[in-house]
């Protein structure tokens, strides 16, 4: 049996979920939907260079999918009009281009069509790979080309496919971050907006301001999906970049939502303080110590200020 830096396992009807093992225990949470001439991929993880265990045979991600796919008689389809074999097409997602999210994106760059927000394209176009963290990691940042720059609330079809897609533009962790909805098995992939006992990271290229707009704007749509789905009995749940496969959306939300002005009030726990990169960052939980945020003093304190609350954040630490 093949050793692999990856897990491959059922996340509902249609999708997997592969964590990549990483040498940089990031463990990112990545997914592949499959249709019946198509494959979607949601992220690519670290990339080959940076598995936890360098001694396993496989670190592919592209091949250990596709491996567990042809296991399966996924991989493939007969062409109805040829009668040919082919390979399903891959459509790559890229919820945000942070390292451990396009690691691996250079393995599908030749041959397949790749997503990604429209929303600041000059964040991806220029400097990626200060942008990206790649060059803050020694990651080798991935060239590829933009298929198609994504909108909001696009409803996503590919040559004829209904993808059974939207796409929502939800900027803040980083300027390019996007979440998509599955109608299909009510799923929201959240990327890193949203996640459970980590705290969401506000670094760099984060806004606060921007964030807290998006989660609004995500609480909306999930209330107004959760409306339509109650008749069936199911509410969406959320698959995130990293720990969260399956929690309700909306209370997710709502925890984040209430965690967020608290932080920005001076109520949330801190927890911790430190250096990152030569940022002094403040690591705020809610008391149930399951949603937080760690945030550039710099970061906090603007998005303090903009929201008119007025008290004195921690003296920054030493490195």
């Given at each position: 049996?093949?050793?692999?830096?990856?897990?491959?396992?059922?996340?509902?009807?249609?999708?997997?979920?592969v964590v990549q093992d990483d040498s940089l225990n990031e463990l990112p949470f990545i997914y592949v939907k499959v249709y019946p001439t198509?494959?979607?991929?949601?992220?690519?993880g670290c990339g080959p260079n940076h598995a936890k265990d360098p001694?396993?045979?496989?670190?592919?991600?592209?091949?250990?999918?596709?491996?567990?796919?042809?296991?399966?008689?996924?991989?493939?389809?007969?062409?109805?009009?040829?009668?040919?074999?082919?390979?399903k097409h891959w459509l790559v997602f890229i919820t945000h281009t942070h390292y451990d999210h396009i690691?691996?994106?250079?393995?599908?760059?030749?041959?397949?069509?790749?997503?990604?927000?429209?929303?600041?394209?000059?964040?991806?176009?220029?400097?990626?790979?200060?942008?990206?963290?790649?060059?803050?990691?020694?990651?080798?940042?991935?060239?590829?080309?933009?298929?198609?720059?994504?909108?909001?609330?696009?409803?996503?079809?590919f040559d004829g496919v209904d993808l059974h897609l939207e796409a929502l533009i939800t900027p803040g962790h980083t300027p390019d971050e996007i979440a998509l909805y599955d109608s299909e098995e009510h799923v929201f992939y959240a990327g890193d907006s949203?996640?459970?006992?980590?705290?969401?990271?506000?670094?760099?290229?984060?806004?606060?301001?921007?964030?807290?707009?998006?989660?609004?704007?995500m609480l909306k749509f999930v209330r107004d999906k959760n409306k339509e789905l109650e008749p069936l009995g199911v509410r969406v749940t959320t698959a995130s970049g990293h720990i969260t496969d399956s929690a309700d959306t909306e209370n997710l939300i709502i925890?984040?939502?209430e965690c967020f002005w608290d932080t920005l009030k001076g109520k949330a726990v801190l927890t911790e303080q430190k250096v990152m990169r030569g940022k002094n960052l403040l690591i705020y939980m809610n008391e149930a110590n399951n949603v937080g945020f760690m945030c550039i003093d710099t970061k906090l304190e603007e998005a303090k200020k903009h929201f008119g609350f007025e008290w004195n954040l921690p003296a920054p630490v030493s490195a």
């Open positions: 049996m093949t050793t692999s830096c990856f897990s491959f396992t059922p996340l509902n009807n249609s999708t997997y979920k198509l494959l979607v991929l949601i992220d690519t001694s396993v045979e496989e670190k592919s991600i592209r091949r250990h999918i596709e491996t567990n796919l042809e296991k399966e008689g996924k991989l493939k389809y007969v062409d109805a009009e040829t009668n040919e074999t082919k390979n690691g691996g994106l250079f393995e599908f760059a030749d041959d397949s069509s790749i997503f990604i927000s429209g929303y600041s394209q000059e964040y991806i176009l220029k400097d990626l790979g200060c942008n990206s963290l790649c060059c803050a990691f020694n990651i080798p940042t991935p060239k590829f080309t933009v298929s198609h720059w994504l909108e909001q609330n696009e409803h996503l079809t949203l996640y459970e006992v980590l705290p969401i990271y506000i670094i760099e290229t984060s806004n606060m301001i921007e964030y807290i707009e998006s989660i609004d704007m925890e984040t939502q």
